[in-house]
T-cell receptor, first 112, second 113 residues
Framework: DQQVKQNSPSLSVQEGRISILNCDYT??????FLWYKKYPAEGPTFLIS?????DKNEDGRFTVFLNKSAKHLSLHIVPSQPGDSAVYFC???????????FGTGTQLKVEL | DAGVIQSPRHEVTEMGQEVTLRCKPI?????LFWYRQTMMRGLELLIY????????DSGMPEDRFSAKMPNASFSTLKIQPSEPRDSAVYFC???????????FGPGTRLLVL
């Protein structure tokens, strides 16, 4: 039972264009969402987060959008750079708890 | 700070053998997590500790898996006996007050033949 789903295992984008990574969740108790980025042979690192009281959070080239009614969030990267090539994990937590539920990840490749 | 340290980085073993993975969290972090990464299920939480006490081990797949945290600077994840389906990357992570402070180690890539 996958409560956080990333249905696209991979995405390829040209340098300078927008990358859009999607994430869906099923648990309506989730109220805090995060994106992590992972390079090969390294652990995931925190990228950006959003609380359920907001519908958008922006940090430089990275913006996360949350649509609570659709139980959907997305990560936009503009403009995409080759260094953004990595696996991106969506994660969610409920009620300030200590459990963070991750999706299966999306491999982003930014091509020159 | 050296970050979260895991050892070994790679482990190849035969089915039936005991495997012990080790983790040193970031100093001052009071929560420690063990995750397993597979292609099919992504990052799965196996167990987490708060102040060295196991809080939730509902993600531990079977009795073959056990985890300990004898002190604030060390934790182990043991698989006995190991099986080929245990092959995965195992991550240890630690945090202080928030998810933004969740730091992962580099992982241990386990292959059980």
């Amino acid at each position: 039972d996958q409560q956080v789903k990333q249905n696209s295992p991979s995405l390829s984008v040209q340098e300078g264009r927008i990358s859009i990574l999607n994430c869906d969740y099923t648990n309506s108790m989730f109220d805090y969402f995060l994106w992590y980025k992972k390079y090969p042979a390294e652990g995931p690192t925190f990228l950006i987060s959003i609380s359920s009281i907001k519908d958008k959070n922006e940090d430089g080239r990275f913006t996360v959008f949350l649509n609570k009614s659709a139980k959907h969030l997305s990560l936009h990267i503009v403009p995409s750079q080759p260094g953004d090539s990595a696996v991106y994990f969506c994660a969610a937590s409920a009620g300030g708890g200590n459990k963070l539920t991750f999706g299966t990840g999306t491999q982003l490749k930014v091509e020159l | 700070d050296a970050g979260v340290i895991q050892s070994p980085r790679h482990e190849v073993t035969e089915m039936g053998q005991e495997v012990t993975l080790r983790c040193k969290p970031i100093s001052g972090h009071n929560s420690l997590f063990w995750y397993r990464q597979t292609m099919m299920r992504g990052l799965e939480l196996l167990i987490y500790f708060n102040n060295n006490v196991p809080i939730d081990d509902s993600g531990m797949p079977e009795d073959r898996f056990s985890a300990k945290m004898p002190n604030a600077s060390f934790s182990t994840l043991k698989i006995q006996p190991s099986e080929p389906r245990d092959s995965a990357v195992y991550f240890c992570a630690s945090s202080s007050a928030s998810w933004e402070s969740l730091y992962f180690g580099p992982g241990t890539r386990l292959l059980v033949l």
